[in-house]
């Protein structure tokens, strides 16, 4: 069955550093999504891209992260100059269409020193 | 703002014991309901779904109900395994929001042989 990968499973960072996490959605899938999970609270969406554009971004989604599909195959989110808070489990997600169920990866857990 | 409610964990049952794990949501007009599963490890699953009033979404020996009346769809299931130990997650898609889904803050529930 496909399945959306994520590379690294863990990071662990200073603050300050730049971090950058990696996803290969479905490869027929259209729309791809970013959420993050701090530990012990709820997952939170952060942004959703469709056609090499951001469509929705939440208020966590402010100036120092940034998406992008750089190949056609990757779907990156970076932090430019990851905080303390910033330490979460990111999922990755794809769907074919907007109407239908995300597919989630295993996750990217980040550890901010 | 849109927003899910479920029961805290953790939920202990013994094998074969009745499952229910309570969730309920606030948000406008008629939203799409959804349990994902986090098993140890892994990404988030589409457990079952259901899009409109008195649907009853059901997987594996998993049912809910959307319950528009009391704003709930809880999930249940009847005898759970030893292998149903995982996170379980309730969603809500707005209507208008894309795929842009809220999650409640997560249940994990452990079986015991």
């Known amino acids: 069955e496909p399945e959306v990968t994520q590379t690294p499973s863990h990071q662990v960072t200073q603050m300050g550093q730049e971090v950058i996490l990696r996803c290969v959605p479905i490869s027929n899938h259209l729309y791809f999504y970013w959420y993050r999970q701090i530990l012990g609270q709820k997952v939170e969406f952060l942004v959703s891209f469709y056609n090499n554009e951001i469509s929705e971004k939440s208020e966590i989604f402010d100036d120092q992260f940034s998406v992008e599909r750089p190949d056609g195959s990757n779907f990156t989110l970076k932090i430019r100059s990851t905080k303390l808070e910033d330490s979460a489990m990111y999922f990755c997600?794809?769907?074919?269409?907007?109407?239908?169920?995300?597919?989630f990866g295993a996750g990217s857990r980040l550890t901010v020193l | 703002g849109d927003s899910v409610t479920q029961m805290e964990g953790p939920v202990t049952l013994s094998e074969e014991a009745f499952l229910t794990i309570n969730c309920t949501y606030t948000?406008?007009?008629?939203?799409?309901l959804f349990w994902y599963v986090q098993y140890p490890g892994e990404g988030l699953q589409l457990l079952l779904k259901?899009?409109?009033?008195?649907d009853k979404g059901s997987n594996k020996g998993f049912e809910a109900t959307y319950r528009k009346e009391t704003t709930s769809f809880h999930l249940e299931k009847g005898s759970v395994q030893v292998s149903d130990s995982a996170v379980y997650f309730c969603?809500?898609?707005?209507?208008?929001?894309?795929?842009?889904?809220?999650f409640g803050g997560g249940t994990r529930l452990m079986v015991k042989p």
């Open positions: 997600a794809s769907s074919p269409s907007g109407a239908n169920v995300l597919t």
């Open positions: 969603a809500l898609s707005g209507r208008n929001a894309g795929n842009m889904l809220t």
């Open positions: 948000a406008t007009g008629y939203p799409s």
């Open positions: 259901a899009t409109k009033a008195d």
